[in-house]
Every structure is written in structure tokens, then in C-alpha cells.
């Protein structure tokens, strides 16, 4: 997504009458449904006022591309500024310049690390040169148009207010300098310069609008990646928090051989990368000499990591590089340099098969390697036993003697990059309280099903890369382990059945070609991700007037992650509700955000499921908003009072309920009015309404307020418009008004009229499954084209 899209000259204007700020603003409220800090929206005024002055160069075409905080797709990230035309050679090329404020800054002996001045104090942070090619390799890995179409992608980095260059040009960073140029305040011209050399000539081709609705790939699987990244490759590119975390830990590493005990702690959300940064590290100890293992409680990211490399190691070493949590009972002190422990939050205190061996699992790693680094979510804390909260894993480290450093993971890598749906996952289950109410602005894939056969419908149509799976709740029991024609989730209400995930792919069910059919549980997918997840929520966890009601009775007896649970209930009610409501809620959290892409969700209680509908899908599935809210409304409305109808203000309309009115002359009292921005005078026939749904979202972005034309003469060949016909079934909505494409084909009448013989309206969306409306000659009388798309605002 671009928040803001102008030519050089427009930019430049913006620049000089001091508004790039609102209209910067004025899109984050658009786009985003939510505003910014005063102290980013004074970042914008100083920065981009810089850039300007550099854009002001004649030699800098004034038909180049301006993009501004574009989010780079399937990541929390935001690209500062980029400027797009042609070079010399007329090579498509997008300039991505990384801006800072910085005044101050410190080099040191880390690989892409630097320090500086943040948040009133001196802090680790990623060198703007690392940061700005980081984010140009996330694009081209991401993106098939820059591939496919050879668009150029020149990262550097402005520090605009930096007059000493001595640290940020250390040697230490030539190799991400040769990449990406950094440049201070005094280096104002020869920036204009870089700038000059990639873009001599406009942006022609609007490279931005099509690298904006260029089709996503998603980030290469970390299992997929292993092999290489062992091999000495360095399969996935590191950003921002992930970077410093990696060297941090080298860093605590080195300190350790020299007999200082080190505990890293990292927290991170789901898709934060913590697995990516664990793997990351397994290769770079690994090629270093360190003697250093992946560890996990759970089997299952391990037996597909281990499958991945089995043929290409021998089976000692895959067996040397990753190891179960309770494999350490009996390891000598620090005979490991460094232990990788990652989904930290699942250890437990004892191990075996009974769980009657060894102390404490915490304890254990820490007393067998010099530095212990542990991975930790404790909102994925799911079973009785889990153990790996923070708390715990400080209380051992002083008992041990270790120095603890702690660090937080923020970039988000899954659930389509935003936290914002990660968010709304925890205010839907009660879990917190966020400011995300509603997945509206949010551009993930999240949709209610009707029933649980709709939903496998879903899962095996988005499989085309093995990547999308069902997982459920523990809610039935494991019949087919010892009957392989048993069926274990049954909804006969639904006539639906599967089975668990099969006894002979076990921990590798997730790689297992076809285990689309079968159903996996919180045991066989935590710590791993998935393009797309289907989840079914069972009786465990139900809605009652509004309000999560969790029971872990409802749970299989055979679900050793509450087992007890029923004893519990009956010595302690409150204290069992209370774990059992933490486990539950943890658990479809996990499940929840598994996918990269989407998820699709079916819960077993109907009222829960209506609830889980509204929640969801209320309003993203309206095609047009349901009038007078005026959600993220860009302009004000006026006072009944001030109102000069079409002279300073237009007639926001509720399409619902007045679609059918717009040839009629309307009053002020029938409507409320809004004022357009300076740019665009009022006209008669012009009125505004939201767009909401994702048919048009290449042109319309979910969620934008647009002003038409209403009832349009002349020709309405390839223009978007807003139509109403009964036969009409909107994709989004159901209802018999859109917004499409407009193209009709016409034939001659004996009399010498024409007349239309087909009318086709196009979806233009980046998502699948959006469909041509086609109507014939029979059906196209009744076509009414009630207005013509002017702007988006």
C-alpha cells in the first residue's frame, strides 16, 4: 500500500504550500482507519522538505514518480520515500531512500549494527544502509512484477541533519555502503546526483501502481530454506529488530567463550520471525565452529526441518543439530557453546515419556551451554505444563550465576505483515483489549464459513503449493491411531467427517502431500506457518450473548495439554476455569495466525459461529457503507446552516437507501453535506459514498470514500461506475448494486439505432475468485448506471 502517490511537480507544490503533512495524515486516516504520532507527522514536515529542495534539480524530470510510505507487502515495514522513472538508459528503476533525522551516531564492531540517539538514549539500531537494501530485497523477493518487468531497485539512505560521517562510514560497513549509499547533510548534491543517474526520465508506466498490485509471493518457507542457509547462504534476509537480536546474540556468544554465562531472552509475537532468527543463527554458530543446536519442545518444526536435510547430511549431524527440550538431563556444564531454544514458551518441568524425569527443563539448558537463547511468546503458552514464561527463565539464570539480556521482536512477517490482525485475534478472544475491533482495514484474507465442508472447500482450493492445511481444536477423540478407517471429527449436522492427521506422518504432517484432507491440532502446527489455515473451533470455546465462554471438559480426554483439568474442576473451579481460559484462548490464538495469506473459520456452536460472522465480517463484506457512521469521513461535514449545496459542499449518500433517489433533486434536509478539498470544485451531479470490498481494490482500496458523477451522459466504455440491476449479485456484498469496469458491446438495429447486445462489468482486484458480471441483451434494459467514478479522496 502507497499512503501517498504524486508526480515530482505535485510533490514539490505540496511541499511548498506546507500541506504534505495533512494529506499524508488525511491517508494513514483513510487508508488505515487510525492516526499517527505529532512526532512522525513532524518527522514528514523536516524530511520530506529535504528531499524536496534535492527535487527541485530540473535534471529531475517533474513527470518522475513521489511514493511515500509504502508498506511493503507481508511485513510490518514502511519505505520512507522512492522515486520512480527511467535511467539513462531507460531502464525502469524505483529509488528507495531511507530517511533520518539522526544528528548523532556511533560505529560499532557488528556486522550492520550501529548506534545512535533513540528514545533518549543511546540504542542498537540497523544501519540505514542495511536498513534501505533490506527493504529493496524483501520487495524483489516479494514482488513477481519487479522480476518479471526488470525493475531496477536503487536503495540509499539521507541523514539529513548528520554533519560528521566518520561513524556511518566506517569500514566495518563498506559492504552494505556498496550496496546502498549513505549520505549526510553535506552531501546534498552528490545524492542529487545518484538521484539524477537512476531516474533521468518520468515515470511513463506508473511503476509504483504496478509494483503496488504486483502479485504477492510469499516469503519462501523456512523449512525449504534450511538446506541452503547450512550450506553457508543466507536464505532469508534479517530486518531492523531481527538484525540486531542476530548480532546481539553472536555478540553474547563470543562474551561466553571467554567465561561469562549468557541468557538471551527474545519475545516476539506470532510471525515476528523468531524461527527465521533461530535458524539464521544454527547456520552462522554452525559455520563459526560453535557447537550449537536447535531445540524445541514440540516435534513438529523439528521433524520438518530435520526432513528437509535428510540426504543432503549425514543422519548425525541432522541428529546434532536439533534436539528435543528434554534431551539435556544429563549434559555435562557447558558442553554446548550455544543452545537455540526456540517456542520457549512450551517447556516443561520435567521430561520423559511420563513426565517424570529431570528437574527443571529451564534449569537444564541453561546448565549445559555457555549461552542459552530463548524464543519466547507466553500469549502461545498452551498446555497445564508449560512452563517458559520470562519470570522463570530470570529466576534460573540467577540462580546459575548467567548475565540476562533481553530483546523484543516487532516486525511482522505473517497474517499479510500486520499486527493489526494479530491484534484483532486477541480483542476477538477476550485475550486483550486492542484498539483493533474490526480486520476492515487490514489486508488478510479472514472469512467466517457457513459450514465445516465450505471451509475444507476453501483450504483444498488455495493448496496449489502444498501450503494450506485444517486444524481444530482438541475437541474429539484420536480414534483412527488405532483404527485407520475411523473417522475422529465428526459434525453430523453438516455430514462432515476427517480425520486427526495420520499416526504415519506424525510430526511431518504439515509436509505430507496429502494430509489436506486430514485435520492437524495445536501439537502438529505450533512453531510452524502455513500460506493458508482452515480452522475449526469445537465446543471448548462458544459465545453466550456476546461474551467467550471457555470449558476445558470439552476438550478430548485423550488431549494431554489439560490433562487433570476434570480433577481440577472439582477441587478448585476458579483456579481450573482460570487455566483452562488461559490455554484455550492461547491455543486458537495459535491457530489463528498460522497462515501467511488468510484463514478461514468454522466454529461448531451456531451461535458462536453468527457471533464469530459479525465480528469478522461486519462491515468488510459491504460493498457500500451503511450510511451515517462516517468512518474515517477525510473531510468535515457542514452545518445544515452552511451549506450552499454543490457550491461548498456534496451529498454524502447511504447507497442502500438512496441509490434509487439520485435523479430526484435532493435538499439539505435529506442528506448530509460534505465539504471537498480545494482541489476539487463541487459540481451538480457529484456525491460521495465509502467503497468497501476488495472487487476494485486495485483502482478503489478497501475502505476509500469516492466522489461520482451521478447518471452520467455520453460514453461509459471503460470507466469505472456504480451500477444497480436486480439480477445483479455483488461478489463482496450479495446485493444488487457494485462498482466495476465498464464495457458493452453494441450492434445496429433495422431502423439504423444501436443497441446494446452485452454489458460486462470487470473486477480489477489483486485477490482471486472475483468474477466478470455479464449480462445479455435480454437483461441489459434494466441496467441503471447510477454514477461514474470521479476521485477517490
Same mark, same amino acid.
Given at each position: 500500500?502507497?499512503?501517498?502517490?504524486?508526480?515530482?511537480?505535485?510533490?514539490?507544490?505540496?511541499?511548498?504550500?506546507?500541506?504534505?503533512?495533512?494529506?499524508?495524515?488525511?491517508?494513514?486516516?483513510?487508508?488505515?482507519?487510525?492516526?499517527?504520532?505529532?512526532?512522525?507527522?513532524?518527522? =514528514?514536515?523536516?524530511?520530506?522538505?529535504?528531499?524536496?529542495?534535492?527535487?527541485?534539480?530540473?535534471?529531475?524530470?517533474?513527470?518522475?514518480?513521489?511514493?511515500?510510505?509504502?508498506?511493503?507487502?507481508?511485513?510490518?515495514?514502511?519505505?520512507?520515500?522512492?522515486?520512480?522513472?527511467?535511467?539513462?538508459?531507460?531502464?525502469?528503476?524505483?529509488?528507495?531512500?531511507?530517511?533520518?533525522? =539522526?544528528?548523532?551516531?556511533?560505529?560499532?564492531?557488528?556486522?550492520?549494527?550501529?548506534?545512535?540517539?533513540?528514545?533518549?538514549?543511546?540504542?542498537?539500531?540497523?544501519?540505514?544502509?542495511?536498513?534501505?537494501?533490506?527493504?529493496?530485497?524483501?520487495?524483489?523477493?516479494?514482488?513477481?512484477?519487479?522480476?518479471?518487468?526488470?525493475?531496477?531497485?536503487?536503495?540509499?539512505?539521507?541523514?539529513?541533519?548528520?554533519?560528521?560521517?566518520?561513524?556511518?562510514?566506517?569500514?566495518?560497513?563498506?559492504?552494505?555502503?556498496?550496496?546502498?549509499?549513505?549520505?549526510?547533510?553535506?552531501?546534498?548534491?552528490?545524492?542529487?546526483?545518484?538521484?539524477?543517474?537512476?531516474?533521468?526520465?518520468?515515470?511513463?508506466?506508473?511503476?509504483?501502481?504496478?509494483?503496488?498490485?504486483?502479485?504477492?509471493?510469499?516469503?519462501?518457507?523456512?523449512?525449504?530454506?534450511?538446506?541452503?542457509?547450512?550450506?553457508?547462504?543466507?536464505?532469508?534476509?534479517?530486518?531492523?529488530?531481527?538484525? *540486531?537480536?542476530?548480532?546481539?546474540?553472536?555478540?553474547?556468544?563470543?562474551?561466553?567463550?571467554?567465561?561469562? @554465562?549468557?541468557?538471551?531472552?527474545?519475545?516476539?509475537?506470532?510471525?515476528?520471525?523468531?524461527?527465521?532468527?533461530?535458524?539464521?543463527?544454527?547456520?552462522?554458530?554452525?559455520?563459526?565452529?560453535?557447537?550449537?543446536?536447535?531445540?524445541?519442545?514440540?516435534?513438529? $518444526? /523439528?521433524?520438518?526441518?530435520?526432513?528437509?536435510?535428510?540426504?543432503?547430511?549425514?543422519?548425525?549431524?541432522?541428529?546434532?543439530?536439533?534436539?528435543?527440550?528434554?534431551?539435556?538431563? +544429563?549434559?555435562?556444564?557447558?558442553?554446548?557453546?550455544?543452545?537455540?531454544?526456540?517456542?520457549?514458551?512450551?517447556?516443561?518441568?520435567?521430561?520423559?515419556?511420563?513426565?517424570?524425569?529431570?528437574?527443571?527443563?529451564?534449569?537444564?539448558?541453561?546448565?549445559?551451554?555457555?549461552?542459552?537463547?530463548?524464543?519466547?511468546?507466553?500469549?502461545?503458552? *498452551?498446555?497445564?505444563?508449560?512452563?517458559?514464561?520470562?519470570?522463570?527463565?530470570?529466576?534460573?539464570?540467577?540462580?546459575?550465576?548467567?548475565?540476562?539480556?533481553?530483546?523484543?521482536?516487532?516486525?511482522?512477517?505473517?497474517?499479510?505483515?500486520?499486527?493489526?490482525?494479530?491484534?484483532?485475534?486477541?480483542?476477538?478472544?477476550?485475550? /486483550?483489549?486492542?484498539?483493533?475491533?474490526?480486520?476492515?482495514?487490514?489486508?488478510?484474507?479472514?472469512?467466517?464459513?457457513?459450514?465445516?465442508?465450505?471451509?475444507?472447500?476453501?483450504?483444498?482450493?488455495?493448496?496449489?503449493?502444498?501450503?494450506?492445511?485444517?486444524?481444530?481444536?482438541?475437541?474429539?477423540?484420536?480414534?483412527?491411531?488405532?483404527?485407520?478407517?475411523?473417522?475422529?471429527?465428526?459434525?453430523?449436522?453438516?455430514?462432515?467427517?476427517?480425520?486427526?492427521?495420520?499416526?504415519?506422518?506424525?510430526?511431518?504432517?504439515?509436509?505430507?502431500?496429502?494430509?489436506?484432507?486430514?485435520?492437524?491440532?495445536?501439537?502438529?502446527?505450533?512453531?510452524?506457518?502455513?500460506?493458508?489455515?482452515?480452522?475449526?473451533?469445537?465446543?471448548?470455546?462458544?459465545?453466550?450473548?456476546?461474551?467467550?465462554?471457555?470449558?476445558?471438559?470439552?476438550?478430548?480426554?485423550?488431549?494431554?495439554?489439560?490433562?487433570?483439568?476434570?480433577?481440577?474442576?472439582?477441587?478448585?473451579?476458579?483456579?481450573?476455569?482460570?487455566?483452562?481460559? +488461559?490455554?484455550?484462548?492461547?491455543?486458537?490464538?495459535?491457530?489463528?495466525?498460522?497462515?501467511?495469506?488468510?484463514?478461514?473459520?468454522?466454529?461448531?456452536?451456531?451461535?458462536?459461529?453468527?457471533?464469530?460472522?459479525?465480528?469478522?465480517?461486519?462491515?468488510?463484506?459491504?460493498?457500500?457503507?451503511?450510511?451515517?457512521?462516517?468512518?474515517?469521513?477525510?473531510? $468535515?461535514?457542514?452545518?445544515?446552516?452552511?451549506?450552499?449545496?454543490? +457550491?461548498?459542499?456534496?451529498?454524502?449518500?447511504?447507497?442502500?437507501?438512496?441509490?434509487?433517489?439520485?435523479?430526484?433533486?435532493?435538499?439539505?434536509?435529506?442528506?448530509?453535506?460534505?465539504?471537498?478539498?480545494?482541489?476539487?470544485? $463541487?459540481?451538480?451531479?457529484?456525491?460521495?459514498?465509502?467503497?468497501?470490498? +476488495?472487487?476494485?481494490?486495485?483502482?478503489?482500496?478497501?475502505?476509500?470514500?469516492?466522489?461520482?458523477?451521478?447518471?452520467?451522459?455520453?460514453?461509459?466504455?471503460?470507466?469505472?461506475?456504480?451500477?444497480?440491476?436486480?439480477?445483479?449479485?455483488?461478489?463482496?456484498?450479495?446485493?444488487?448494486?457494485?462498482?466495476?469496469?465498464?464495457?458493452?458491446?453494441?450492434?445496429?438495429?433495422?431502423?439504423?439505432?444501436?443497441?446494446?447486445?452485452?454489458?460486462?462489468? @470487470?473486477?480489477?482486484?489483486?485477490?482471486?475468485?472475483?468474477?466478470?458480471?455479464?449480462?445479455?441483451?435480454?437483461?441489459?434494459?434494466?441496467?441503471?448506471?447510477?454514477?461514474?467514478?470521479?476521485?477517490?479522496?
Amino acid at each position: 500500500m502507497i499512503v501517498y502517490a504524486a508526480n515530482k511537480a505535485a510533490f514539490v507544490e505540496d511541499i511548498r504550500l506546507n500541506r504534505i503533512h495533512e494529506k499524508i495524515l488525511l491517508e494513514f486516516r483513510r487508508r488505515l482507519s487510525r492516526s499517527v504520532a505529532a512526532k512522525e507527522v513532524d518527522s =514528514w514536515r523536516n524530511s520530506l522538505q529535504f528531499m524536496a529542495n534535492l527535487l527541485v534539480d530540473p535534471e529531475i524530470p517533474d513527470d518522475a514518480g513521489v511514493s511515500l510510505e509504502y508498506h511493503i507487502p507481508l511485513t510490518s515495514k514502511r519505505i520512507d520515500f522512492i522515486l520512480t522513472g527511467q535511467s539513462d538508459r531507460r531502464e525502469e528503476t524505483a529509488v528507495i531512500v531511507e530517511l533520518k533525522q =539522526w544528528q548523532q551516531a556511533e560505529a560499532l564492531g557488528k556486522d550492520g549494527i550501529i548506534c545512535t540517539p533513540l528514545g533518549g538514549a543511546w540504542r542498537e539500531t540497523s544501519h540505514p544502509s542495511y536498513q534501505a537494501w533490506t527493504y529493496a530485497a524483501l520487495i524483489e523477493d516479494y514482488n513477481e512484477t519487479v522480476r518479471a518487468d526488470s525493475i531496477h531497485l536503487a536503495p540509499c539512505a539521507y541523514l539529513h541533519n548528520l554533519d560528521d560521517d566518520r561513524a556511518v562510514n566506517d569500514p566495518v560497513y563498506a559492504s552494505h555502503i556498496a550496496r546502498a549509499p549513505v549520505f549526510i547533510s553535506r552531501d546534498a548534491e552528490r545524492l542529487a546526483d545518484f538521484l539524477k543517474r537512476h531516474v533521468r526520465y518520468g515515470d511513463r508506466h506508473d511503476i509504483m501502481y504496478r509494483i503496488e498490485n504486483g502479485r504477492i509471493r510469499p516469503s519462501r518457507s523456512l523449512a525449504d530454506a534450511v538446506l541452503s542457509m547450512l550450506k553457508g547462504n543466507d536464505a532469508f534476509v534479517m530486518i531492523d529488530d531481527q538484525k *540486531v537480536a542476530f548480532e546481539k546474540a553472536l555478540e553474547l556468544a563470543h562474551r561466553a567463550q571467554h567465561g561469562e @554465562k549468557q541468557v538471551l531472552i527474545i519475545e516476539g509475537g506470532p510471525g515476528t520471525g523468531k524461527s527465521v532468527l533461530a535458524i539464521n543463527l544454527l547456520a552462522k554458530l554452525t559455520d563459526r565452529d560453535l557447537v550449537s543446536q536447535y531445540v524445541s519442545r514440540n516435534a513438529a $518444526p /523439528r521433524a520438518v526441518y530435520e526432513a528437509k536435510l535428510t540426504g543432503s547430511f549425514k543422519k548425525s549431524r541432522i541428529s546434532n543439530l536439533f534436539r528435543g527440550s528434554g534431551s539435556f538431563m +544429563e549434559s555435562e556444564p557447558d558442553c554446548f557453546d550455544v543452545l537455540l531454544v526456540d517456542e520457549a514458551h512450551r517447556l516443561n518441568e520435567k521430561s520423559g515419556l511420563y513426565g517424570n524425569q529431570g528437574e527443571n527443563q529451564i534449569k537444564e539448558i541453561m546448565h549445559a551451554a555457555r549461552l542459552s537463547v530463548f524464543f519466547v511468546d507466553e500469549a502461545q503458552r *498452551v498446555t497445564l505444563k508449560d512452563i517458559g514464561t520470562r519470570n522463570e527463565i530470570r529466576h534460573w539464570a540467577q540462580t546459575l550465576g548467567a548475565e540476562v539480556t533481553e530483546l523484543r521482536l516487532a516486525s511482522q512477517f505473517r497474517c499479510g505483515g500486520s499486527d493489526g490482525y494479530l491484534a484483532f485475534v486477541d480483542h476477538l478472544l477476550a485475550i /486483550r483489549d486492542t484498539a483493533n475491533a474490526d480486520v476492515e482495514s487490514i489486508d488478510f484474507d479472514v472469512r467466517v464459513m457457513e459450514s465445516p465442508q465450505d471451509l475444507r472447500r476453501e483450504v483444498l482450493a488455495h493448496n496449489a503449493n502444498n501450503r494450506a492445511r485444517m486444524v481444530a481444536g482438541y475437541c474429539w477423540d484420536w480414534k483412527s491411531k488405532k483404527d485407520p478407517t475411523a473417522m475422529d471429527i465428526e459434525i453430523p449436522e453438516h455430514d462432515f467427517s476427517a480425520q486427526w492427521n495420520l499416526t504415519k506422518d506424525g510430526s511431518l504432517w504439515a509436509l505430507a502431500e496429502h494430509s489436506v484432507e486430514q485435520i492437524g491440532c495445536i501439537h502438529t502446527i505450533q512453531g510452524l506457518e502455513l500460506d493458508y489455515v482452515g480452522v475449526i473451533i469445537g465446543p471448548d470455546l462458544v459465545v453466550r450473548d456476546g461474551e467467550i465462554i471457555t470449558d476445558g471438559r470439552k476438550r478430548s480426554s485423550m488431549d494431554r495439554s489439560v490433562r487433570g483439568i476434570r480433577k481440577l474442576y472439582k477441587q478448585d473451579p476458579e483456579d481450573a476455569q482460570r487455566l483452562a481460559d +488461559e490455554i484455550i484462548k492461547n491455543t486458537y490464538r495459535t491457530l489463528l495466525t498460522r497462515g501467511m495469506k488468510g484463514c478461514f473459520v468454522f466454529c461448531t456452536d451456531p451461535e458462536t459461529n453468527a457471533w464469530f460472522r459479525k465480528q469478522i465480517e461486519t462491515p468488510a463484506n459491504n460493498t457500500v457503507m451503511r450510511a451515517a457512521n462516517y468512518e474515517a469521513l477525510p473531510y $468535515p461535514l457542514l452545518a445544515t446552516e452552511d451549506v450552499r449545496p454543490f +457550491e461548498n459542499a456534496v451529498p454524502v449518500f447511504d447507497l442502500a437507501v438512496a441509490a434509487g433517489e439520485f435523479s430526484d433533486a435532493q435538499s439539505v434536509e435529506d442528506c448530509d453535506w460534505m465539504q471537498l478539498p480545494d482541489w476539487l470544485r $463541487p459540481e451538480p451531479d457529484f456525491f460521495v459514498t465509502r467503497v468497501i470490498g +476488495e472487487s476494485m481494490n486495485k483502482r478503489i482500496p478497501n475502505g476509500s470514500w469516492c466522489v461520482f458523477r451521478a447518471n452520467p451522459a455520453g460514453t461509459r466504455e471503460g470507466k469505472i461506475v456504480l451500477v444497480a440491476h436486480r439480477d445483479i449479485q455483488d461478489d463482496d456484498t450479495g446485493e444488487r448494486y457494485t462498482i466495476k469496469r465498464y464495457h458493452s458491446e453494441k450492434a445496429v438495429g433495422d431502423d439504423g439505432s444501436w443497441y446494446h447486445t452485452r454489458i460486462v462489468l @470487470k473486477p480489477e482486484s489483486r485477490h482471486f475468485g472475483y468474477r466478470d458480471i455479464e449480462l445479455t441483451e435480454d437483461a441489459v434494459t434494466e441496467l441503471r448506471v447510477i454514477g461514474e467514478l470521479v476521485t477517490t479522496l
